[in-house]
């Protein structure tokens, strides 16, 4: 079955360290990943994606995710957090369903937590 | 921020009600699609439309009624709802459908049925 999972339901990281926050997915075909960020009483903002090209995909507020084939994952990474990234992060890859129509499905979402 | 509108943000409404709720583009974009988001739950495909015809109905109950008079409108007609109805409901629009393009998401309406 194809499906994209977020291992961990929060994350806490200090500010000013790096942050990491996993995602693995598992498709047919090639994969086509995202990135959303969603902070509280707002919608999702994209982050960035990965179609094909380089493993390391730069995205918008220093963030950036490295596409890993073997391993099936797509991480989102920051070199040093910063207490605004604090939000909701969400995981999608495109999939195509019975009808051969071609849509998200997206992770449960990962509660990122940066403390001063 | 004010590419994708969503009205009202909040809505309170009775399982006998009828209300609807409005979702308005700018960035010229052909697609656009109807979420709801649940606690705990990943994020539900409701609806897409493409070109303001509708290419994807996820098995959504009857009590909900997509409308999208032209590609920049949006509109998720709600009538005798239930309670496990209440979610956030999130509209966002693409250039195409195709799975490429990045969504660009609305602030959403909190709904809570009564």
Known sequence: AQSVAQPEDQVNVAEGNPLTVKCTYSVSGNPYLFWYVQYPNRGLQFLLKYITGDNLVKGSYGF?????????????????????????????????????????????GTSLAVNP | ETGVTQTPRHLVMGMTNKKSLKCEQHLGHNAMY??????????????????????????????????CPNSSHLFLHLHTLQPEDSALYLCASSRETGGVDEQYFGPGTRLTVT
Request: contains cysteine; hydrophobic residues 35%; aromatic residues 14%.
């Open chain 1, 64 to 108: 950036e995710a490295e596409f890993n084939k073997s391993q099936t994952s797509f991480h989102l990474k920051k070199p040093s957090a910063l207490v605004s990234d604090s939000a909701l992060y969400f995981c999608a890859v495109r999939v195509y369903n019975a009808g051969n129509n071609r849509k998200l499905i997206w992770g449960l």
């Open chain 2, 34 to 67: 109807w979420y709801k988001q649940s606690a705990k739950k990943p994020l539900e495909l409701m609806f897409v439309y493409s070109l303001e015809e509708r290419v994807e109905n996820n098995s959504v109950p009857s009590r909900f009624s997509p409308e």
